[in-house]
């Protein structure tokens, strides 16, 4: 039975009904149910870090991920929808340290300063790893409750009740069989190397761990004088002046000419080594007026050349080998600054690749924490970073300072603490990738990449340029690495919780995390010592590679695997190129020598209004929140979709107010909406009340009653259907939700429903059948749309299929609307097209002869181009009368044409309007005047539609006698029982009009 919509579609209220409604039916569990003996289809979720709120970038992923997900369903498929989280990882350890208090600490002045915990030592020594942890699991937890709480506002179905955690016991081990498989396959190792490194959270960070942007730093040309003369100096350049104190060698190019060059001026002179081509810039620098060559070599010539360095280091720290303090030879030198670059094997990978070259061991005065050890006693316990002015203070005492200033560059940061990252040589484990690249390559072109290039160029060029990946973190909330080690060299990888049980401390059903792990032993099998797990954990970015095995709980569950490996489609924001896509590529290949995915689709993000990312230090996030509680979550959804193609970046639109208004944003997602729900309201109220069946009145019965514009209909909703499924198909979501919008603001609201107000009005038997052809289009055209647009918009769809009759439990249970190309009509769409550019070639005539709308006009003379030009045309000769408001069309031809008249040209040959008024056309002119007035007021009275009324008129003699011969024609059309034309116009309502420039007065009397 079909019920009336209510009068407004207020979103928010109708979508939290519309929610709990699918509670209280099981309508998500029914609907996945339905579909279990279909073709099995495996989606995997990207887990997204669980900060517990989703922000715009989040919405848009999990919206993309439901539209297709509900599509597949409507397709038949039985899709595995589980959703994950990402739960491990610093930012959780960061926000634990806020919270977590440290008894007993005092601050300098003595009073009790406990909040927060500020060092690895407090965690260890103080609060206890276990605690820590135990806080991180409890922390984790709650945050992926509240934000599956914001995913399911959002409406998205997905298996909210059996997600996929990292921080769980089976995934856990999945990640280990994996890094057992790396081992296996001679890809884990340890190395001691160069890595970045958070000096405040105190672990190594991947390059995808961290963010750059520009940082203002000292800039310091220093001279190093030579050994055998120092009264001549090598002249360095470096921006990192606290490394100065592990200078073990001066880089200079090969092939660069560089010279010995005597500066002088007012302030002296200097002798200093450096690029030829840079001594005016470099004479500039040192504040001197002239430069002088004195000697000439090419860097080749160079190597060896032995200086005094900044420092001196105690001997016992310091491993002596030829070059140490020497000139030594690298091809990244480049032709600027100096020429000559400082070197710092143990704080920068560049220098530690021309240490290992040279023979010279890194000299790494700095711990975890970022500051100087108990070898560079001169500082020890300084933070490094704030060391820079001492040093140069130092220098400049020794003499040795040839220029300081600041410079800005970009610089890298902690993508977790914001701290600047420094270089530090450390052990780190690391897994080979160069050596699986090929395969990664092959793999990246065996899957499907939407768009294309996603794979093709950025995945390829990110995987072309890939280094070892350094895997271990040196924190605690995390998956344990599951390397034991022995002093004897002896390594254990365990692969599965069973092998634990050969070791001592283990009990069954321990947590595997850290510490409780780092107490589970193994005797060593060569040397019988004690072998203990290395104490770091995994880079977060493992745990999430792993997740298409690790989810199905493979290797533990086998049947889960064969029942759905390999996963069909994943699909993520473009950042994941460096990312999950990567991460799994690598997880992949190294476990099954493939991609865990067939299809990878990129999505790109969602700025703010000026194409700046959102972030909260920028105060321009809006909130998925924030929009929904505005304009419901289908609004947001529609909008995330619509505004651009996946791939391209989205500046949100958020200000309707502006002038002129925004094309783009939530809001106008809603106006089309409420275009839609405006047009059920029409046809529901109407089919309501005539109780209108539509199994009753089935298409192929009403075929004989339809009308040709009924066909153009059923021809236009198939089109949009075909687009619909296209877009889908593509992946080209865009072109699928303006495809329905063009359908629903453009065909259906704009012309469809203009088309047949009159037969919905009438009321008479002879014309029943024709009015049934038209309720039976316009319901066929609504369950339509309604049904195509469940993925984007799953409430509406549902409000409106249920106030529609619909007979499934719930729209999602439905199957796809396919397009019935028997019912695409080109021929009668052309020339509904045709009809429609004359209604609006009339419409700029009548403006611009300031003719109204509401008189209607004498006749028109339509002149087709070719023969059967008219005939398109008079398909529609009712329709171009009603619509252009003219009484008569005449089909002429070209010499015919009256001559006294402009014709005006359209695209299929030219009209002539003939604006003549006579007294018939102003009769009916002014009646139509009066009837839009009577309207107006019916409306302002909240009269129902079924209402009848009494109406009083007052208006000068000549209009009254006008009005008389349109009289019964106004009494139908305003449901009036009686006009009746007095001097005093009575009634519930009476309202003085002015009609062009003449009073009319009427009176309304409810009956
Ligand atoms: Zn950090
Ligand atoms: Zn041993």
Not at 19 to 32: C, F, G, R
Not at 803 to 825: A, N, Y
Request: charged share 30%; hydrophobic share 35%.
């Amino acid at each position: 039975m079909i019920k009336q919509v209510r009068a407004n579609y207020d979103a928010p209220t109708i979508e939290k009904e519309i929610q709990k409604a699918w509670i209280e039916n099981d309508a998500y569990l029914k609907t996945k149910a339905l579909r279990e003996s279909g073709e099995r289809f495996y989606f995997l979720d990207g887990p997204p870090y669980t900060t517990g709120h989703i922000h715009m970038g989040t919405a848009l992923n999990k919206t993309i991920k439901d539209i297709f997900i509900r599509y597949w369903r409507m397709n038949g498929y039985n899709v595995r929808d589980q959703p994950g989280f990402d739960m491990h990882g610093l930012p959780i350890e960061v926000q634990v340290e806020k919270m977590v208090n440290v008894p007993g600490r005092v601050s300098k002045d003595g009073k009790p300063d406990e909040l927060g915990i500020r060092s690895k030592k407090e965690i260890e020594d103080i609060v206890g790893i276990d605690n820590f942890v135990n806080t991180c699991m409890n922390r984790a937890l709650e945050l992926h409750a509240s934000m599956t709480e914001e995913f399911k506002e959002l409406g998205v179905w997905m298996d909210w009740d059996h997600p996929y955690q990292t921080i769980r016991k089976d995934y856990m081990e999945s990640a280990w069989w994996t890094l057992q498989r790396a081992y296996e396959r001679d890809l884990l190792n340890p190395s001691s190397r160069v890595v970045t490194w958070c000096p405040r959270c105190e672990t190594a960070l991947a390059e995808a761990e961290i963010e750059y942007w520009d940082e203002t730093d000292p800039s310091v040309m220093v001279k190093f004088p030579l050994a055998d003369d120092p009264s001549v100096s090598l002249l360095i350049w470096t921006t990192t002046p606290w490394t100065l104190p592990s200078n073990m060698m001066v880089a200079a190019h090969p092939d660069f000419d560089y010279a010995k060059i005597r500066f002088s001026g007012e302030n002296g002179e200097d002798t200093a080594i450096c690029l030829e081509s840079q001594a005016e810039y470099v004479m500039k620098k040192g504040g001197f007026q002239k430069f002088e060559v004195l000697e000439r070599f090419k860097g080749k010539d160079m190597v060896g050349m032995a200086y005094i360095p900044p420092y001196d280091i105690d001997p016992k720290y310091l491993k002596r080998s030829e070059y140490v303090y020497k000139v030594v030879n690298a091809d990244y030198v480049e032709k600027d600054n100096t020429g000559l670059v400082h070197t710092a094997p143990g704080f920068g990978p560049d220098d530690y690749d021309t240490g290992k070259r040279y023979g010279v061991e890194p000299f790494c005065p700095v711990g975890e924490a970022g500051r100087y050890t108990e070898e560079f006693p001169l500082m020890e316990g300084r933070k490094v970073k704030t060391a820079n002015e001492d040093i140069i203070k130092y220098l400049k005492e020794k003499g040795v300072l040839f220029n300081t200033e600041k410079i800005k560059h970009r610089y890298g940061h902690c993508w977790r603490c914001k701290t600047p990252i420094i270089y530090r040589n450390t052990k780190q484990w690391f897994i080979n990738v160069p050596k699986v690249k090929e395969t990664m390559l092959s793999e990246i072109e065996r899957a499907k990449w939407v768009p294309d290039w996603a794979g093709s160029t950025r995945e390829k060029n990110w995987v072309d340029g890939a280094r070892d990946w350094c895997i271990s973190r040196q924190r605690y909330w995390g998956i344990p690495i599951p390397v034991w080690e022995c002093k004897c060299g002896e390594r254990k990888v365990i692969g599965q919780i069973d092998q634990l049980k050969d070791g001592d401390g283990y009990t069954e059903g321990m947590d595997i995390h850290r510490p409780w792990i780092d107490k589970v032993t193994f005797k060593c099998p060569k040397c019988g010592g004690t072998m203990t797990r290395i104490p770091d954990i995994l880079d977060v970015w493992f745990d999430s590679g792993v997740a298409a095995w690790a989810s199905l709980g493979y290797p533990a569950k086998k049947d889960e695997f064969d029942k759905w490996w390999p996963c069909r489609f994943i699909v993520e924001a473009h950042d994941q190129t460096r990312g999950w896509f990567y991460s799994q590529l690598g997880a992949g290949t190294i476990s099954f020598d493939r991609a865990p995915y067939d299809e990878v689709m990129m999505h790109a993000w969602m700025l703010d209004p000026k194409g700046q990312k959102m972030s909260k230090s920028l105060g321009n996030v809006v909130e998925p929140r924030e929009v929904i509680s505005e304009f419901g979550a289908d609004a947001l959804r529609l909008y995330s979709v619509r505004a651009n193609a996946p791939w391209d970046d989205t500046c949100f639109q958020w200000d309707m107010k502006k002038n002129p208004p925004l094309k783009e944003g939530p809001k106008n997602a809603w106006k089309v909406l409420n275009t839609y729900w405006n047009v059920v309201k029409f046809a529901s109220m109407y089919m309501e009340i005539d109780g209108f069946d539509p199994e009753k009145h089935p298409i192929a019965e009403m075929e004989k009653y339809f009308r040709d514009e009924d066909r153009w209909m059923f021809s236009r909703t198939e089109k949009m259907k075909r687009a619909v499924t296209e877009g889908l198909e593509s992946r080209e979501l865009h072109k699928a939700a303006r495809a329905l919008e063009d359908y629903i603001l453009e065909d259906l609201s704009k012309w469809y429903v203009k088309l047949i107000r009159d037969r919905s009005w009438s009321e008479d038997d002879a014309s029943q059948n024709d009015k049934l052809a038209s309720y039976c289009t316009l319901y066929y055209a609504i369950m339509q749309t309604a049904i195509a647009l469940a993925p984007f918009t799953p409430h509406l769809s549902e409000e409106i299929y249920q106030h529609m009759g619909g007979k499934k439990l719930t729209v999602h249970m439905e199957d796809w609307p396919v397009c019935d190309e028997s019912l695409i009509r080109d021929d009668i769409e052309h020339s509904m097209s045709l009809i429609q550019e004359l209604v609006e070639t009339i419409a700029t005539e009548r403006a611009k002869m300031g003719s109204k709308l509401r008189w209607p006009l004498k006749q028109i003379f339509v002149c087709g181009k070719e023969a059967g030009s008219n005939d398109a045309v008079r398909m529609f000769d009712e329709v171009l009368k009603q619509q252009g408001n003219v009484k008569d069309i005449v089909y002429t031809t070209a010499d015919r044409l009256p001559r006294d008249k402009e014709p005006t040209a359209y695209s299929d040959g030219q009209i002539v309007i003939d604006f003549d008024v006579t007294p018939e056309i102003e009769a009916e002119g002014y009646a139509r005047e009066l009837i839009r007035r009577i309207q107006q007021m019916r409306k302002d009275m909240k009269l129902n539609v079924e209402q009848y009324i009494e109406i009083d008129v007052s208006a000068e003699e000549y209009l009254t006698k006008l009005f008389g011969t349109w009289k019964d024609y106004i009494a139908g059309e305003v449901r009036a029982k009686t006009i009746v034309f007095t001097d005093a116009p009575k009634g519930d309502e009476v309202k003085t009009w002015d009609v062009t420039g003449k009073d009319i007065t009427i009176g309304i009397t409810k009956l």
